[in-house]
């Protein structure tokens, strides 16, 4: 049973990365600095409010918890801001963890499970996309993480480190119990914003782009449920405390569903018409991002249980029904 620092924990993935850790027996020990998490969602060790690019404040942390290993979750997350911002990306998602990984030093941590994100690939030439893919990030977010990935190698030629890190896809749905989901502030990610439309939070959603090279035309994503999610963490410890080697690993289903299945999925379970838009697409948009899930199966033993469609959406629902009652 160890202590797992987990930067970030107070977010979407990282909250329900927390439960999961304590239902494997292990401390979960949250550095957020709140600025898209919630201080709600930290209840299974405690929360140290604390920003990673302050090195001392690491420091303070490491010092006080001595965790054996860290996830790390924290980081500036969406792709439109990343393209208005890139300076904010680079400080927060490259130097913040340049910082982490100096205090790891330091302090002889040498064990780090990574979020990094199908973003790295870019536009893919085939799909579903192996980890051996070529990586061309099209977005500043995906440049920042994939410059992590690199910082990551570096440490690790150096023998002072190992890691794993997971390239999820599109992480979607909710806890079962109810008691944790996707809360973003702006929201940009499709499930959410498909659901607000059903509960009258918003008048319509818009599809970007139906003239992509897909069956429909929309763009075709891998959903994956955020507590498959959630157990990967466990497996990628797990890894680490059994090889040396690090692991670079997609977290996806290999199955892709379009924008307009999504909707009409979504329409279906909870019964709302979800009137839609169709709107130019985005700079940046793939036409399909599907992943080849085949080494995180071989290498962590994780396979999906929860991500299938109808699951993803019926916890996300209920979540998001729990949100306007409470
Ligand atoms: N949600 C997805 O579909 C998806 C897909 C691929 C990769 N990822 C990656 O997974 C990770 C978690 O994503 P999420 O959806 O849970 O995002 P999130 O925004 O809900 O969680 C990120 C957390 O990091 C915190 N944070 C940000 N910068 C920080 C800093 N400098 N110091 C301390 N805390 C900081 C935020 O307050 C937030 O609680 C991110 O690194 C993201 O890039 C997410």
Redesign the pocket.
């Known amino acids: 049973m160890a202590r797992i620092l987990v930067?970030?924990?107070?977010?979407?993935?990282?909250?329900h990365t927390c439960k999961a850790l304590h239902g494997a027996g292990h401390t979960p020990i949250v550095?957020?600095?709140?600025?898209?998490?919630?201080r709600d969602?930290v209840r299974w060790g405690p929360l140290e409010e604390?920003?990673?690019?302050?090195i001392d404040r690491l420091r303070d942390v490491f010092r006080t918890h001595q965790p054996d290993a860290v996830i790390?979750?924290?980081?500036?997350?969406e792709v439109s801001h990343s393209v208005a911002d890139p300076q904010a990306f680079h400080r927060?998602?490259v130097a913040?963890t340049s910082a982490l990984l100096d205090v790891m030093a330091e302090t002889k941590v040498a064990k780090i499970v990574f979020?990094?994100?199908?973003?790295v690939y870019g536009t893919p030439a085939t799909v579903p996309i192996p980890e051996d893919a070529p990586t061309r990030p099209v977005n500043p977010?995906g440049e920042t993480?994939l410059a992590v990935e690199q910082m990551l190698a570096a440490a690790a030629g150096q023998n002072s480190l190992n890691y794993v890190a997971l390239?999820?896809?599109?992480?979607?749905g909710a806890d079962p119990d109810g008691s944790l989901g996707?809360?973003?502030d702006p929201e940009t990610?499709l499930m959410p914003l498909v659901l607000q439309v059903a509960l009258g939070q918003r008048a319509e959603i818009q599809v970007f782009g139906n003239d992509y090279p897909t069956p429909d035309g929309t763009a075709v994503r891998d959903y994956v449920h955020?507590c498959d999610l959630a157990d990967a963490h466990i497996a990628a410890l797990d890894y680490l405390m059994q090889h040396p080697e690090p692991l670079v690993a997609n977290l996806g289903t290999g199955t892709g569903y379009s924008v307009r299945e999504i909707i009409a999925a979504c329409r279906t379970i909870t019964g709302h018409p979800i009137p839609h838009r169709d709107a130019p697409r985005r700079s940046g948009d793939p036409a399909q991002l599907v992943a080849e899930p085949g080494r995180a199966r071989d290498m962590l033993g994780w396979t999906t249980r929860q991500s299938d469609l109808e699951t993803i959406i019926r916890s996300a629902w209920a979540w998001h029904q729990n949100q306007t009652t409470n």
């Open positions: 930067t970030g924990g107070a977010g979407y993935i990282g909250s550095i957020d600095n709140l600025s898209n998490g919630h969602a604390g920003d990673i690019t302050d790390h979750f924290a980081g500036l997350i927060n998602n913040g979020s990094s994100t199908a973003a977010y993480k390239r999820y896809f599109n992480a979607a996707e809360r973003h990610h955020v």
